[in-house]
C-alpha cells in the first residue's frame, strides 16, 4: 500500500473555555511513501494534533489529509478504526502496553481487531518479536521488563499487522539513551529496509536527526525544514 | 464470517481482564453465586411444589377421607368402607390407607409413613416404579418392612437393611422407592395392619382411601359424589375430592408459604443484576485509557463493548454455576422435604431448574453489562496519543 501523506490546508480548531483553540492552522505537508518525518516544536505547537490527524484519531476541521488512495478526515469512527487496524502502528511515549498480556499478547492486539487467522497471527506475532529481538521475552508481563524492552515490545506491536504507516508520539521520551539509541535503530530500519513511512514527534535533535527529513512547527504552523545531511 | 472472527478473540480477552483482578472477580463470583443460590434454591421449590401438584392432576384418582379433617390423625375412617366404596359404578380400584406422620402442621422435617394393603398398593404402583437394593417380594416377607421413598432414604440416610424410628414407629427397610410421583419417593411404605398396630391406630381404621376412577363408565366427579352420599347417613361421614385438589387443599399451607419466597427470588434477581451492573460500571471507568489503547490500535467500538459485555457474561454464567453447584450440594445433602397434614414434598433441583436459572443468571449478566458495554463503546472515542 502507498503510505504517502498529503494535508492541504489543514487546521484544527476546537473551543475551550468560550475561546477558539487552534493548533493547527492551514497546513500543507507532503510525505513520501517509506520517509522518516520527524516534527519538531515547542509544547502547543501542534505536533501532537498533527499526529492524531494522521492516525485518524481526530477529524480536521477544515482542509482535506489523504494518506495513499484514503481521504482520511472523512471517515467515520468505525471506518477509521477498520483503517488503523490495517495501515497504521502506533508507539506511544509511555509505550501503553496491556500490563495482563504478555510481551506476545501484547503484539498479538492490532491482529485481534482484524480478522486474521490463528496460524497467521502466530506467524506474523513472531516474526515482529524476532525483528524487534525479544524473542526471550516473549511470555514476559509488560512489569517484568525494563522502559527499553517494552517500548520494543510496543514497536512490534506497531508494525505486526504490516501497516505501510507507523506514527510515533515522543517514542525516546521516557528512555536513557542506549535505549532510545536501540529504539531509534528500529525505527530508521522499519522505514528503510520495509518501506515503512515513519512520523515521530520528538522533542529531542538527535533523534531527529535520525530521520529523512525534520519539520518544525509553530503555533499550528510549518516554519523550518531540515533535510538529513 | 469475518465479523465472528472478529468477536471470537473477545472471550480470551475479557477472561484475562477478569483474572487480572482475581480478588475483584472472585468476591463479585461469589456475590453473584449467593443471588443465584437463593434463586436456585426458591427455584427448585416452587418448581418442586408445581410438579407435586401436576403429577396429582394428571390422573384420575380421587381421595376419600374423613369430612372436617384437618390432619392425618384426625382422618380415622373404618376399613370397612372399602367394600361399598370398590362396588359403585365407575371405580376402578380402591386403596385403604393409613398415614401416620412425625409433625402434622407445616415442617421442613417429615417423615411420613402409609400403611397399605400390600396387594392393592402392588396393582396401584404398577411398573412405573422401580425398588432398588431390595425387591416387592422381600416387602411382602417382613411383617415391619418399608419401602423407603428414594428421596427420604437419602435425606435420612437409609440403606435396604436398616432401621428407623419415626412418629414411636419403628420398621426395617426393604427396599428403596423410586416412583415417577414425587409423592411416592418422599414417604415410607408400611405393611396396613403393621402400622395400624404400631401406631396405635387400631386395626380397622385407615386415614383414607385412594381411589381410581374409570373414566369410561363415570368421571372422577360423579364417583366423588357418590361416594360422599354414600357414607351421609354413616356417623362418619367423607369428603373425597381428586387428588389435585386434595393436594393443593391440604398443601395450601406450603402453596402460601412457597408462594411468598418467588418475593425472595426477586430480590435475588435485583442483588444479582445490581451486582453484575455496579462491577462492570467500575470495570469501565478503571480502564479508560485501556479502552482508548485498543480504539486507537483498530479495536472498534463495538468490539470494546463487546470486551465488557463477555467480562459481564462470564461472570454471571460462572457465578451462576457456582450458586446452581452450591443449591445442588445442599439440596442433595440435606435432601429437605415440606410436609403439612401428611402430604410429603420433596425439595429437588430438577434439570429444568437448573437450565432456568442458568439462563436467567445469564439473561441478567447480559442485561446487567448492556449500559456498561455502551458507556465502554462510547468512551473510547476519547482515544488519542496522548493517552
Request: hydrophobic fraction near 45%.
Amino acid at each position: 500500500m502507498n503510505a504517502s501523506i498529503q494535508c492541504e490546508n489543514l487546521s484544527k480548531s476546537y473551543q475551550k473555555g468560550g475561546q477558539t483553540i487552534t493548533p493547527l492552522e492551514a497546513l500543507n505537508l507532503h510525505v513520501a511513501a517509506g520517509e522518516f518525518l520527524a516534527l519538531m516544536g515547542p509544547s502547543g505547537s501542534g505536533k501532537t494534533t498533527l499526529l492524531n490527524l494522521i492516525a485518524a484519531l481526530d477529524h480536521p476541521s477544515s482542509g482535506s489529509i489523504r494518506v495513499g488512495e484514503h481521504d482520511i478526515g472523512s471517515f467515520s469512527r468505525a471506518e477509521a478504526a477498520a483503517w488503523r487496524a490495517r495501515s497504521v502502528g502506533i508507539i506511544f511515549q509511555l509505550y501503553h502496553l496491556v500490563p495482563v498480556l504478555s510481551a506476545w499478547e501484547n503484539v498479538e492486539l492490532p491482529l485481534l481487531a482484524g480478522s486474521r487467522p490463528r496460524h497467521e497471527r502466530r506467524k506474523r506475532v513472531d516474526s515482529a518479536l524476532r525483528l524487534v529481538g525479544l524473542t526471550d521475552r516473549a511470555h514476559h508481563r509488560p512489569t517484568e521488563m525494563s522502559g527499553g524492552q517494552e517500548q520494543r515490545v510496543a514497536i512490534a506491536r506497531a508494525i505486526v499487522a504490516d501497516p505501510a504507516l507507523i506514527v510515533a508520539d515522543e517514542p525516546t521520551g521516557d528512555l536513557d539513551r542506549e535505549s532510545a539509541d536501540s529504539i531509534l535503530d528500529l525505527l530508521a530500519s522499519v522505514s528503510a529496509e520495509f518501506g515503512k513511512t515513519v512520523v515521530m514527534v520528538t522533542h529531542d535533535a538527535r533523534a531527529a536527526a535520525r530521520a529523512d527529513r525534520t519539520l518544525h512547527l509553530e503555533k499550528g504552523r510549518l516554519v523550518e525544514a531540515t533535510d538529513k545531511a | 464470517m469475518t465479523t465472528i472472527r472478529n468477536l471470537s478473540h473477545l472471550p480470551r480477552l475479557a477472561w484475562r481482564q477478569l483474572a487480572r483482578h482475581r480478588w475483584r472477580s472472585a468476591l463479585t463470583l461469589l456475590g453473584i453465586a449467593s443471588g443465584v443460590f437463593l434463586l436456585a434454591t426458591v427455584e427448585s421449590a416452587r418448581q418442586s411444589l408445581a410438579r407435586a401438584t401436576a403429577a396429582a392432576a394428571a390422573d384420575s384418582t380421587l381421595v376419600v377421607y374423613q369430612a372436617q379433617r384437618f390432619c392425618p390423625s384426625t382422618s380415622r375412617l373404618p376399613e370397612h368402607y372399602l367394600g361399598p366404596i370398590s362396588r359403585l359404578p365407575g371405580v376402578r380400584d380402591v386403596t385403604p390407607v393409613l398415614i401416620v406422620v412425625n409433625h402434622c402442621g407445616a415442617s421442613l422435617d417429615v417423615v411420613a409413613f402409609r400403611g397399605v394393603d400390600a396387594d392393592a398398593w402392588r396393582t396401584y404402583l404398577g411398573t412405573q416404579a422401580t425398588i432398588e437394593g431390595g425387591s416387592f417380594d422381600e416387602w411382602l416377607t417382613q411383617s415391619d418392612g418399608a419401602l423407603v421413598g428414594a428421596h427420604l432414604a437419602r435425606s435420612r440416610g437409609l440403606k435396604p437393611g436398616d432401621r428407623f424410628e419415626a412418629a414411636g414407629v419403628i420398621v426395617t427397610v426393604s427396599g428403596i422407592l423410586d416412583s415417577p410421583n414425587s409423592q411416592d419417593n418422599s414417604v415410607a411404605y408400611t405393611h396396613l395392619p403393621f402400622l395400624q398396630q404400631a401406631s396405635g391406630t387400631g386395626l380397622g381404621t385407615v386415614t383414607q382411601f385412594n381411589v381410581r376412577a374409570d373414566p369410561e363408565t363415570a368421571t372422577p366427579t360423579e364417583v366423588a359424589r357418590e361416594i360422599d352420599a354414600l357414607f351421609s347417613s354413616d356417623q362418619i361421614r367423607t369428603n373425597t375430592s381428586a387428588e389435585a385438589a386434595f393436594f393443593a387443599d391440604t398443601a395450601a399451607d406450603m402453596i402460601e408459604l412457597v408462594g411468598f419466597t418467588r418475593w425472595l427470588a426477586l430480590a435475588a434477581v435485583v442483588a444479582v443484576a445490581g451486582l453484575i451492573a455496579n462491577t462492570m460500571l467500575l470495570v469501565v471507568r478503571g480502564r479508560l485509557r485501556e479502552s482508548a489503547l485498543l480504539h486507537t490500535l483498530g479495536f472498534s467500538g463495538g468490539q470494546i463493548g463487546g470486551i465488557v459485555l463477555f467480562e459481564g457474561l462470564l461472570l454471571g454464567v460462572l457465578g451462576g454455576l457456582l450458586g446452581i453447584a452450591a443449591a445442588a450440594v445442599l439440596l442433595a445433602w440435606q435432601a429437605p422435604t415440606f410436609g403439612s397434614e401428611g402430604v410429603v414434598m420433596a425439595v429437588a433441583l430438577a434439570p429444568g431448574d437448573i437450565l432456568r436459572v442458568l439462563a436467567a443468571a445469564t439473561a441478567l449478566a447480559i442485561a446487567a453489562s448492556l449500559y456498561p458495554a455502551l458507556l465502554a463503546s462510547r468512551r473510547c472515542a476519547a482515544a488519542a496519543l496522548r493517552l
